[in-house]
């Protein structure tokens, strides 16, 4: 494949209190009904406690803002929750008339920098959302013990299932005495998108020899193939965009030489490129990333332009 970047979509407005940096995770959703691609983000204030907000895109010009929330539309969690520093976006998922979006919580502890697990809100009109639990949906376990984020999810109709990929952290490593997360990909599944049964199925994994983590899975799925677009953290490099393709959404092979996308030579995205989301509209299929520094220069869109 082979991608045309189209620029930069929007980096953070500093206009309100709450809008002070980054404009991470971009999470995109066609809808139909208004034209537009709506992109929801994750944003910090000046102490970098997280909400989530959202732009509307022209569904022909992703480029194009057609409106900015004059709010958040997820605030951080109460007090001692597992998201009281931070709620950004993942995923978000049609099922009847309610809207399920899936969410990063975050944490902020003593002895490693955070602690991140997967949150729900829903809503009705893709504005307003409200908080599925105060718990995470995926919470510790005995094979789960550090963290867990950025969860996909699909609704396989073929099999009359919700499937998430998700990120599972492993352990906490120094590298160039700094705490890093290495972490990889693994997969749970759901009857009703609510209740999640991990099946602790290793999807993706670092390479230990160039990696140490891979994360925030979005899956496709084509004529039977499951296609997963991913960030891979390498050891002597920042961030870059990875794919992968399943025939069963469980056992992957990596196709990175296919990703079609790399850094750019100067400006937001010269550095890294990470947290794809790909969406098809209209015949045309637009790939959103974050560049610099996990998306403090905010994020961009790119455009498929070859298979």
């Not at 992703?62 to 539309?73: A, H, L």
């Not at 605030?75 to 399920?100: E, H, M, R, W």
């Not at 299932?161 to 705490?179: H, P, S, T």
């Not at 890093?180 to 049964?197: C, P, V």
């Amino acid at each position: 494949m082979k991608w045309k970047k189209l620029g930069l979509v929007y980096a953070p407005s500093r206009s309100q209190w709450w809008n002070q940096f980054y404009a991470m995770m971009p999470t995109p959703y066609h809808i139909k009904s208004e034209a537009i691609i709506r992109i929801f983000f994750g944003v910090t204030d000046k102490d970098r406690f997280g909400r989530t907000a959202f732009v509307d895109v022209d569904e022909q010009d992703p480029t194009f803002i057609v409106r900015t929330s004059e709010s958040y539309v997820l605030d951080s969690g109460l007090p001692g929750t597992f998201d009281d520093c931070g709620a950004v976006p993942s995923c978000l998922i049609s099922k009847g008339n309610s809207q399920y979006l899936y969410y990063v919580g975050f944490q902020r502890v003593q002895k490693v920098p955070y602690l991140l697990f997967s949150g729900l809100a829903t809503s009705s009109d893709y504005t307003h959302f409200k908080r599925y639990s105060q718990a995470p949906i995926i919470d510790r376990s005995k094979t789960n013990v550090f963290s867990n984020a950025a969860p996909f999810v699909l609704f396989d109709q073929e099999e009359n299932l919700y499937k998430m990929w998700f990120w599972l952290g492993l352990e906490w490593v120094d590298i160039n005495q700094k705490l890093y997360i290495k972490a990889e990909i693994q997969y749970a599944t759901s009857q009703d998108g609510l209740e999640w049964n991990v099946e602790n199925i290793s999807c993706i994994t670092p390479d230990s020899n160039t990696e140490f983590s891979v994360g925030r899975p979005w899956v496709l799925k084509s004529e039977g193939i499951y296609k997963m677009f991913y960030s891979v953290r390498y050891i002597d490099k920042l961030y870059r965009l990875a794919y992968a393709e399943s025939m069963d959404g469980k056992s992957w092979i990596r196709k990175e030489n296919q990703i079609g996308i790399d850094v750019s030579e100067s400006g937001w995205d010269s550095e890294m490129i990470c947290y794809p989301a790909v969406i098809n509209v209209h015949n045309k299929t637009y790939l959103f990333y974050n560049g610099n520094n996990n998306g403090e220069t905010g994020f961009g869109v790119a455009e498929l332009v070859e298979e």
